[in-house]
């Protein structure tokens, strides 16, 4: 198996990328399905360890944001890579519409208060994003957040969003809180593969609404939306990560690796005891010891 190199798929700041120069599908991480497994679980194994460091250091947030096209592997990157961590240092939001309550803050408030504390890892599936993209294929979503006429600088909206949300990560970081975001960069005809297993198992139909073959007339505005967002917004403190998302365990394997190449940056360790804790701790031993 090929040394996962993440920096292969990260969009580097100032460096203008075309989706469609990138790969959907990853050079051969994996030898077979048994190395895959065996690799996964690895990266799981060591996740769970730097997790509890997380928690017990409390000292760092680490904030990981998924975008994609429907069908991209979003749900099932979350669920398989973080399945060996402690769910009680995870949070996982999803964000769908946003609710006429939602829409009477600025854009950046739903998500804002779904943001990890300190020493746990928060997980945004679908974000703050999807106000430059979504919004901006069906800009009659923008006529429905009511911003007042003269601050809706139709010219210059977009870039002025990527500049809120480059200066919101950009203080999420000054205070602690590591941002990492992922395109998982599907193909139109995997899309189309995905969305025929969702028609014809019946345990999937849940997955698959008309709305989704709807959406997938504007595949081409979507791309341009998602090019415009990747380039302006991948930043040294708040990276993108284009994934190639045709294959879902290859794309499993990479994102667990950049989260792992995160934490272990972060240069954590256990709390160490002071002397009063220390004393404390020596008493108790004698305490038990006795007692047996």
């Known amino acids: 198996m090929s040394k996962i190199d993440a920096a292969l798929y990260r969009v580097s ?20 399905k048994e190395q895959y497994r065996e690799t996964l679980a690895a990266h799981v194994e060591e996740l769970s360890q730097l997790q509890n460091l997380l928690y017990a ?35 996982v939001h999803s964000f769908k519409h946003p609710s006429a309550g939602e829409l009477e803050h600025d854009f950046l408030w739903r998500t804002t208060v779904r943001l990890p504390e300190r020493g746990r890892i928060g997980i945004f599936n679908r974000s703050y994003y999807e106000e430059v993209l979504v919004v901006r294929v069906h800009p009659e979503i923008l006529r429905a957040e009511n911003i007042p006429d003269e601050l809706l600088d139709k010219k210059n909206l977009w870039q002025k969003r990527y500049q809120s949300i480059n200066s919101f990560e950009d203080h999420l970081h000054r205070n602690g809180t590591r941002v990492v975001k992922f395109f998982l960069h599907l193909s139109k005809e995997e899309q189309r593969q995905r969305f025929l297993k969702r028609v ?32 302006a917004t991948s930043t040294n403190h708040a990276p993108w990560y284009a994934v190639p998302a045709d294959d879902k365990r290859a794309a499993r394997l990479i994102v667990s690796e950049v989260i792992l190449s995160i934490l272990r940056g972060l240069k954590m360790s256990y709390p160490a005891p002071d002397e009063t804790r220390h004393q404390e701790l020596q008493a108790i031993r004698t305490q038990l010891e006795q007692a047996g």
């Open 13 to 32: 700041p100032g460096e203008a990328i075309r989706l469609d120069h990138l790969p959907t599908a990853a050079k051969r991480i994996y030898e077979s």
């Open 57 to 91: 250091s409390s000292r760092h947030a680490l904030l990981v944001i998924f975008q994609g096209m429907d069908a991209a592997g979003k749900d099932s990157a979350i669920k398989h890579v973080m399945s060996g961590v402690n769910p009680q240092g995870v949070q």
């Open 200 to 231: 014809e198992d019946p345990a999937r139909n849940w997955k698959f609404s008309a709305a989704d073959m709807e959406e997938r007339k504007y595949w081409t505005q979507y791309t341009e939306a998602y090019e415009a967002c990747l380039n």
